[in-house]
Every structure is written in structure tokens, then in C-alpha cells.
């Protein structure tokens, strides 16, 4: 039996199949530790990266096939030969018919097959190659990024001050956020990790000298919106689950599609500094504990965007996730979740500085059910 229906036959529906299928479970433990290790000497300088004579685009993952890469690449090389390039792709050479494939595809580029990265970079130069497309990403460093055939050149732009000045709130406190006691039961937005779709709950509220407030408990914490465009004073406050807060409060400029204020927090001091230290820094993400910011990065642009180089907002934002997940908050990219909160298009259940919105209705519903 040739090797193609082998393997067709391996992951076929046959009970014989799958057994053999389970067989090979323990065979894949030690390939992951290998491809660790050495991932891992790779990082470290113990194991040296290969550099290649041209400039280089690589296409695919570390080591899985089946993925779409031949077509990617040869669209890829298609474009540099729109563009006057001669492109050499470059394959692992494992045999079949992928470069019989490559060149019927892209008859003017030069397909090299060759388990070396750099002796196939060397051949593909010697037969005209001007640019390389890798069909992985394995044991190389790219020595040289082109935009259009040329290095890219980067241009310091400054933003407008009127761009900066975008943060107009009212002045709020604690009391701003401040829900009266009555309702029996709430409307609760149960928050869904790493989607925009939230859920709605129906929740006996937590009742604290005649107000309504967060349970982190019960992982019920209280979230609002504050306008922050013409100090209107609006602020549209409710409740939220599935967020895992223990204490304090963040906020963001971030809130999709109107990016007022969107903040949730256990307490009202904290959502109160939140807020009101945003509009200090003229917009931006922060993080409240203990009736203080303690962690913020600002946003001046438009309260969108940053003016400071990406690696340090880069560490930044993880500085601050970490914390997060010190207070309670285990979700993945909580910030992005939060910014979505506001967005009152999306269903189940959303919140703007008018209050909370059945989007399934489209219509403000109160925050209590009777």
C-alpha cells in the first residue's frame, strides 16, 4: 500500500483506524518536547539562526501541513512578479509534487526544493532570484523587511492638539454610581470571554444601606458609562457577571462605537477615580484599587491611541492584565473585552450612558424587572 493511502486509511472511520490513531498519541508527546527544546535554544542563542542572502517572506506555521500554505505562497510570489520582482520560493524538498505545483502557478518565479534553507537561498539566487517565499517559519531570522521592493521608511507624525483634547466628563464621585434599592430582581449582563455577544440574567440584587450594590461574592459587579464627549454629566449605570473581580475597578476610553467612558468595578470610590483620572490623562485604560489609579496607559490621541513606541505600550498592557488577574479578572484580554461592553448593536444584552439596551429589541429596558 503506497503512503498517501496509508494515511488515508489512518484517518478514515474504521474502529481499526482509530485505534491505531490512539497508538500514535504517545508518539506525539516527544515530537512537542522536541520541537520545544528546541524552539526554546533557539531564543537563547544556544542553537544558531540561519541567516539567507535575500530578503525573505515566510509563509505557514512551525510544522503543520495541510494548511493552505501552497497557495498562499504562490500568491504571494504572484504579487512580486506583478511588481517587476523575480521571486525564488523556496520548499523543504520532502518530494511530491508541490513544485510541479509552484511552477504551473507561478511560471515566472524560481522554485527551489531543498531541505536547507540556505544552500536553497544560495540556488535560488544563482538561477535569478531577487526575493524568497518560505513555505514555513522554521530556523530563521529575517535579515531584511521590504515594503514595495524597498525598506520601509518611518515617518514621525504628531497628532493635532485639538486630536488631544477629546476627554470632557462632568465631575462625578461615588455617588454618581449610586443605584437606589427597590427592584426584586435585576437586569444582569453575563459577560462571554473573548466574544462581543453578551447574555442577560435575571439576579436578586445585593442590598447595602438602601442601594444596590456589587457582590464579587457572587461575581456580580457593577458596570456604567459615563459620556465623555460634552460633559453632559450622562451616566448609565447596571450590572455585570462572569467577570471575576474581587476588589477596585477598571476603566477605558475604549468602548466601541460611541467610545465614551465603560468601567466595572466592585466599588464605587474606585470607579469614581477611574473615571475621573481619565479625564486627566485625556483618555487611555486605567486601573483603580483602594480609591486610587494605580495602573494606567494613556490613550491621548482621540483617547483611541497612543503616541509612545509599541514595545513599552506593548509591556504596559501586560503590566496591567497581570495585575488584573491579580484582582479576580482571569478572562484573556480583558480590556478588549471591556470596550466591547457599550457596543449596543451587538446582542444580548448592552449598556450606553442612557442605560442598559435589549438589543434584540432595540430599546432602553430599565434596570430592574418587577
Known amino acids: 500500500m503506497s503512503g498517501p493511502r496509508v494515511m488515508l486509511w489512518v484517518w478514515g472511520r474504521a474502529s481499526v483506524a482509530r485505534v491505531v490513531r490512539l497508538a500514535l498519541v504517545p508518539l506525539s508527546l516527544p515530537y512537542v518536547a522536541i520541537v520545544r527544546v528546541r524552539a526554546t535554544a533557539y531564543r537563547r542563542g544556544v542553537l544558531r539562526a540561519k541567516r539567507l542572502i535575500l530578503p525573505t517572506v515566510a509563509v505557514g506555521n512551525l510544522s503543520v501541513g495541510g494548511t493552505g500554505k501552497t497557495p498562499l505562497a504562490a500568491w504571494i510570489a504572484r504579487r512580486y512578479v506583478g511588481q517587476g520582482r523575480t521571486p525564488g520560493i523556496l520548499l523543504r524538498g520532502y518530494g511530491g509534487d508541490e513544485p510541479l505545483v509552484h511552477r504551473r502557478l507561478v511560471p515566472e518565479g524560481v522554485v527551489v526544493a531543498h531541505p536547507d534553507r540556505v544552500a536553497g537561498a544560495v540556488r535560488a539566487r544563482a538561477a535569478g532570484a531577487d526575493i524568497l517565499v518560505l513555505d514555513d517559519l522554521k530556523s530563521f531570522r529575517p535579515r531584511e523587511v521590504l515594503k514595495r521592493g524597498a525598506a520601509p521608511r518611518f515617518t514621525k507624525l504628531e497628532a493635532p492638539e485639538w486630536v488631544r483634547q477629546t476627554v470632557s466628563v462632568a465631575p462625578v464621585d461615588a455617588g454618581s454610581f449610586r443605584v437606589p434599592a427597590g427592584p426584586r430582581k435585576i437586569r444582569v449582563m453575563r459577560v ?179
Open 192 to 370: 462571554i470571554p473573548a466574544q462581543l455577544l453578551t447574555g442577560v440574567e435575571a439576579v436578586e440584587p445585593a442590598v447595602r444601606d438602601g442601594a444596590v450594590v456589587a457582590d464579587a461574592s457572587r461575581d456580580l459587579v457593577k458596570i456604567a458609562v459615563v459620556e465623555r464627549h460634552h460633559a453632559s454629566g450622562r451616566v448609565g449605570i447596571g450590572f455585570a457577571t462572569n467577570v471575576g473581580l474581587k476588589r477596585g475597578a477598571f476603566a477605558s476610553t475604549v468602548a466601541h462605537d460611541a467610545h465614551n467612558i465603560v468601567v466595572l468595578g466592585v466599588d464605587d470610590a474606585d470607579m469614581a477615580a477611574c473615571t475621573m483620572r481619565l479625564a486627566e490623562i485625556g483618555g487611555g485604560i486605567v486601573v483603580a484599587e483602594g480609591g486610587r489609579v494605580v495602573e494606567e496607559l494613556p490613550l491621548p490621541i482621540a483617547g483611541l491611541m497612543s503616541d509612545r513606541p509599541l514595545a513599552e505600550v506593548h509591556e504596559r498592557l501586560r503590566s496591567m492584565e497581570a495585575r488584573l488577574k491579580a484582582m479576580g479578572v482571569g478572562m484573556a484580554s480583558p480590556f478588549m473585552t471591556l470596550s466591547f461592553l457599550a457596543l449596543s448593536v451587538i446582542p444580548e444584552l448592552k449598556i450606553t450612558d442612557r442605560g442598559l439596551v435589549d438589543v434584540n429589541r432595540f430599546e432602553l429596558v430599565p434596570l430592574g424587572i418587577e
